[in-house]
């Protein structure tokens, strides 16, 4: 039987007819065609499918999107407004951070998160905020650097939290 | 690619809407839902209706009341982490919570959840038990109170019934007391390979009035230690009685081989965790009776 969920993503209300156990990326990804947002391990160990939901960083494929019925998610494509990119996008852009690109949406969502909760963390800090996301690359060091850019360069963020 | 198994979904809007949800056959609880999906992905599950709790706010409290530290079982593990009061009175919860999953996890599952999936090697069961909580739990005809330590049933198995739903932990707060956790795991986010949580309540004479050792992941029934209490009661708080009460844990606990390692190692784990938390818990015990007056 489906349902009809009605969810904010990115500011704009989506309302669909879903299969209660359609997980979020599914979700996000096939009927919203919001592909920004990977889907990896489907174990919620690797993190590259880390959206927000109200707010808070969650790993979308161990939330089914009947869940997020009346509430609002926002995913990668929400980073960069008006042709402008987030600090952290341009920090992942300035210091390498990213190699093949798989894991990079969901490191990014969870570095926002940090920063808006500690604008100046230190590289522990950084390190242990994206211990539950794996890089396959190994590029873990640029990414580190890549955040830490971020916080030493907020001059452009919006300070735009759902 | 993994799909959930074939369910039905309702949201509660309350606790009684989802107790009376409950109480129809074939319902189950759904909030952080990240033991449950990942095992209704496997199989491992196949509830027929999911009820979502997770908008019931009242379930998800953590304050002190009284001589009490009352957890909601909604509350998330990030929250029970950020709660100073819970950090001040039980030290024990905030080292614990500090290696339950990963943050991420941890912003979405709860500690009802945890308990309620009472998986052998989840961490907050052996900090509950040795911290001697009691778990509200809640049904139609109102609330029953049930030790951890007689909670569950066996692996993922817990006398919560058909209708009734984990609300709360209760941890009793008593003067003079210490606590700490220590888990050796593999690398970030993984399950235990072994931990132990010590919860030491010092007298005015300084001698150990009271002892909870909790083991997780290695078969100690209902997640305990008691042996090795029964030791401890009475003694000095000295590293002399930590050894001994380590090596009676060490030998009553059943722990199996697999691939996080083999017996004797988790049985040295046990030992030597046991001897770490509870010199821990006593320095902390010691800092919270403050200097002599």
């Known amino acids: 039987m489906s349902m009809r969920v009605a969810v904010t993503v990115n500011g704009t209300e989506f309302a669909r007819d879903i299969e209660p156990r359609l997980l979020l990326i599914h979700f996000l990804r096939d009927e919203l065609g919001l592909t920004g947002s990977h889907w990896g391990c489907d174990t919620s160990n690797c993190g590259s499918c880390v959206v927000w939901l109200d707010a808070r960083p969650v790993k979308a494929c161990t939330v089914l999107a009947a869940m997020t019925d009346g509430r609002s998610v926002r995913t990668v494509e929400d980073l960069e407004r008006d042709g402008q990119l987030d600090p952290v996008q341009q920090g992942f852009i ?41 890089c ?8 580190v650097r890549s955040v830490r850019w971020a916080a030493e360069h907020p001059a452009h963020h919006r300070g735009d939290n759902l | 690619m993994q799909v959930p198994s074939y369910v039905e979904y309702e949201r509660a809007s309350s606790v009684e809407h989802a107790l009376a949800l409950l109480s129809r056959p074939d319902h189950r609880v759904l909030a952080g839902g990240h033991s449950l999906i990942p095992m209704m992905k496997l199989r491992l599950a196949q509830p027929g209706v999911l009820v979502d709790i997770n908008g019931l706010a009242e379930l998800a409290q953590i304050r002190k009341d009284g001589g009490v530290l009352r957890i909601g079982a909604l509350a998330r593990h990030a929250d029970l982490l950020d709660s ?46 040795a ?55 593999r690398r970030v986010g993984d399950w235990s390979v072994a931990a132990v949580g010590a919860v030491l309540r010092l007298g005015q004479d300084q001698a150990i009035e009271e002892a909870g050792l909790g083991l997780t992941a290695v078969g100690a029934e209902h997640f305990v230690a008691a042996e090795a209490e029964d030791f401890l009661r009475g003694r000095a708080p000295d590293e002399e009685s930590f050894a001994r009460a380590a090596a009676i844990a060490a030998v009553h606990c059943r722990p199996v081989a697999d691939q996080r390692g083999p017996e004797d190692y988790k049985r040295h784990l046990v030992a030597e965790l046991t001897i770490r938390a509870l010199r821990r818990a006593a320095e902390r015990a010691a800092a919270r009776a403050g200097p002599p007056r």
Not at chain 1, 100 to 123: H, I, K, Q, S, V
Not at chain 2, 153 to 174: C, D, M, N
Request: aromatic share 6%; hydrophobic share 40%.
């Open chain 2, 84 to 129: 100073a009061v819970a950090g001040e009175l039980y030290p024990i919860v905030h080292d614990a919570e500090r290696v339950v999953a990963d943050p991420i996890v941890r912003l979405w599952g709860t500690v009802g959840g945890s308990l309620c999936q009472a998986d052998p090697s989840e961490d907050l069961s052996a900090v509950f038990a």
């Open chain 2, 131 to 185: 911290a001697r909580a009691t778990a509200v739990i809640r049904g139609q005809d109102g609330d029953r109170e049930i030790p951890v330590r007689e909670f569950h049933l066996g692996p993922y198995e817990t006398v919560i019934g058909p209708g009734e739903l984990l609300a709360e932990v209760r941890v009793p707060v008593h003067r003079g007391v210490g606590s700490a956790y220590e888990k050796v795991a």
């Open chain 1, 136 to 143: 396959r690359c190994t590029g873990y060091e640029n990414i």
């Open chain 1, 94 to 134: 300035e210091c390498h951070g990213l190699q093949c690109g798989f894991c990079t949406p969901g490191m990014m969502m969870t570095a926002r998160w940090l920063l808006d909760r500690n604008p100046d963390p230190a590289e522990a800090e950084i390190r242990e905020a994206i211990s539950g996301q794996i």
